[in-house]
């Protein structure tokens, strides 16, 4: 890193400095300066409007699965240029493998939304729920479609994971076809400055997608507008003031705010000293006090342990936290690194100090002082690893409102399960709380008891530890967020998070009306009896709607016998009349899927064509009995069509169509109903 350089915003399609230096950016484990951060000056109504005007448009013209290749390809593209990141994340504090939650984490997040796309239909927008029948005859029905906002999502970023904190956010706004405005911490905005840099040069995103903001931003949230999204992460009373500002309930601008919060780890009564879930418990907890050096918005404040172990628990986690070197990352067997700045040390021994006030120091000083392996110990931001002891923590209550946000936790007492749960609901809402015991009752009993104050609860044991991501780790795919002090808030998720980036709008109107907006076929829609035959239509040539009208079979008796011969289903409906008394049958019925089989023989095309393979059965209903003499046919209809990507070059270039089989008798009733999903080869073989 270039010492005493400038360091610079994205906005408005260039690279500029700010006025001034709002913030004099250092080496976290030397002190030395490596530049000025600012985004004073900045017109921040013209940033949102860029974002809006020329970012917005061509996201949103984007289909889901072109974001989400779009996302692919950056997190390959960040993934090779990973090691630089490496190198600038030491200068935060980070050790290596502080940085790798960091940086592999947040392109990590990259590709879990990217194999997102796949949960989307192939449309710019996003079909939501089924329909829904609004009128006797079906000529009248409704749908749920949610198109993304046409704003910006604005990311205010906290400084503990420069990387992290800003792919997995933008990963689901870009998926949604929303562009963003990032501003992270001023701490360690020269981290997320080195990202940006590589994803502009990439130009994998169009221009306006993503702009960066290094600086304090004030006076940025004065400029957002209805259709933007503001999302918080960092301290709760930095959030809930900043989410107390009038202007988001005058402008309807959604505020997601995920606080810091005093977290906690639950030993089970049963995980004595000589079981694996001891071992376990001791472990984590000494990952999550020395981990980012306790700098997470996760990371461990209260431990609790059964009364009778806490003696052992205190001794155990002494042991493991003595011999975890602290110092600088680049030192040979460090580690825990030193906190992001001299502020965050301020802070950290302030709340130590407030925090030593009621409870017993057992290991370290409120100084923060220690044994550091590194050149110039005082010029560092090193804080060594602090532990309390709580014996009665439903009435000393420090612990449950005062955060040091550095490697301090405190050791609490508790007698009975739902006391457990009682003083983990004292910290007024969680991120995360972690259970480790082999009793299943037990934490089943816990999870229960303690869900309501907490947005992730992790059961651990010997059984999941191997594959265990561990008490400090969000997953893209499960939701972040938790009650009360932790903000009310929630992202990620999966498609969940993807849905707080769309509008959703309900559309009512006839069938053929509403299949137009979906893609997708709707009973009481058109259905043009299909020429050629639908198995011998390429992908491309398929259209919604299309329908086959099958010749008709009898149902025999003999059909019943041959088919539980065949299949070994001899269930007493199909296979003894005199047991039917007391049953809905009036007489020996048909199976129903020889029924499913039978549809299959009529809509089938047998000689060889596009169709590629049955792969397999989304949906089945049978809906009315069949005794022998009922005559069936089947309609068979596309009712949607998803393109599938090549693997490779030689791959066969193909996509999935969805099939709606409506099975009806001699009188028109349906008698069944299922959508089967087939693959279908394209014409064009050249198509990606």
């Not at 400055?193 to 931003?217: F, H, M, N, T, Y």
């Not at 020395?290 to 042991?319: F, H, N, W, Y």
């Not at 008490?471 to 932790?486: C, I, K, Q």
Request: net charge negative.
């Amino acid at each position: 890193m270039n010492p005493s350089k400038v360091f610079e915003n994205y906005i408005l399609g260039r690279w500029i400095s700010g006025e001034g230096s709002e913030w004099e950016a250092r080496d976290a484990r030397s002190g030395l300066f490596l530049g000025s951060v600012s985004s004073a000056g900045v017109d921040f109504e013209s940033v949102l409007a860029y974002g809006r005007t020329q970012g917005g448009p061509p996201l949103r013209r984007m289909t889901f699965p072109e974001r989400g290749r779009m996302l692919k390809a950056l997190a390959f593209y960040l993934s090779e240029r990973k090691e630089h990141y490496y190198a600038v994340s030491a200068a935060t504090g980070a050790t290596r493998a502080d940085s790798w939650i960091d940086i592999e984490g947040g392109i990590g997040n990259l590709f879990a939304n990217a194999s997102l796309r796949r949960e989307f239909a192939d449309l710019p927008y996003h079909i939501d729920g089924d329909v829904v029948k609004l009128s006797q005859k079906g000529s009248f029905v409704g749908h749920h479609i949610m198109l993304p906002k046409k704003g910006v999502a604005v990311h205010i970023n906290a400084f503990n994971f420069p990387i992290w904190g800003m792919l997995e956010k933008i990963a689901v706004n870009l998926l949604a076809g929303v562009p963003a405005v990032v501003k992270p911490s001023e701490f360690t905005s020269f981290l997320t400055e080195a990202v940006v840099r590589d994803i502009i040069a990439s130009c994998i995103l169009p221009e306006g997608a993503l702009q960066l903001l290094i600086g304090k931003g004030e006076g940025l949230l004065s400029a957002v507008q209805e259709g933007d999204v503001v999302t918080f992460t960092g301290s709760s009373a930095t959030g809930l003031r900043l989410k107390s500002m009038p202007l988001f309930d005058e402008r309807g601008v959604p505020f997601n705010l995920e606080a810091d919060s005093l977290n906690a780890m639950v030993l089970g009564p049963e995980a004595t000293p000589d079981t694996p879930e001891f071992a376990l418990f001791i472990k984590e907890a000494a990952k999550e006090i020395t981990s980012k050096t306790g700098q997470k918005c996760t990371a461990v404040r209260r431990i609790l342990a059964p009364r009778g172990t806490m003696d052992a628990v205190q001794e155990a986690l002494m042991a493991r936290l003595r011999s975890t070197p602290y110092g600088d990352p680049a030192k040979e067997g460090v580690r825990m690194g030193p906190l992001a700045t001299h502020l965050q040390v301020e802070r950290v021994r302030s709340a130590v100090e407030a925090l030593a006030q009621e409870m017993p120091l057992v290991m370290g000083e409120t100084s923060g002082k220690g044994v550091v392996v590194a050149d110039a110990p005082e010029a560092g931001a090193y804080f060594a690893p602090v532990l309390f002891r709580c014996d009665q923590p439903m009435k000393q209550t420090a612990a449950h409102s005062i955060e040091a946000f550095g490697p301090v936790s405190t050791l609490m007492a508790y007698d009975e399960i739902e006391e457990a749960a009682a003083i983990v609901a004292l910290g007024r809402g969680s991120l995360v709380t972690t259970y480790v015991g082999a009793h299943q009752a037990h934490a089943a009993q816990f999870a229960l008891e303690a869900a309501h104050s907490n947005g992730r609860i992790l059961i651990l044991d010997e059984s999941s530890a191997k594959e265990s991501t561990g008490h400090g780790s969000p997953l893209p795919l499960m939701t972040h967020g938790g009650p009360g002090r932790a903000g009310n808030g929630e992202e990620m998720g999966g498609k969940r998070g993807v849905l707080h980036y769309l509008h959703r709008v309900a559309i009512q109107g006839h069938p053929n009306a509403i299949q137009s907006l979906t893609g997708r076929f709707i009973p009481g829609a058109d259905r043009p009896e299909a020429n050629p035959h639908l198995f011998r239509q390429y992908f491309e040539e398929l259209r919604i709607g299309d329908t086959v009208t099958t010749e008709k079979h009898r149902v025999t008796l003999q059909d019943i016998e041959e088919f539980a011969e065949l299949s070994g289903d001899r269930f007493y409906a199909h296979m003894d009349e005199s047991a039917l008394e007391g049953t809905i049958f009036t007489g020996r019925v048909a199976h129903g899927y020889f029924i499913l089989s039978r549809a299959a023989g009529l809509f089938v095309d047998p000689p060889k064509g596009p169709v590629l393979l049955n792969y397999g059965i989304e949906f089945c209903r049978f809906t009315k009995p069949v005794y022998p003499g009922t005559t069936i046919g089947v309609r068979f209809t596309v009712q949607e069509k998803i393109d599938q990507e090549k693997r490779s070059p030689e791959d066969i270039s193909k996509g999935i169509v969805k099939f709606y089989v409506e099975v009806y008798d001699d009188t028109d009733e349906v008698v069944a109903v299922a959508v089967i999903l087939t693959m279908v080869k394209k014409k064009n073989q050249h198509a990606e």
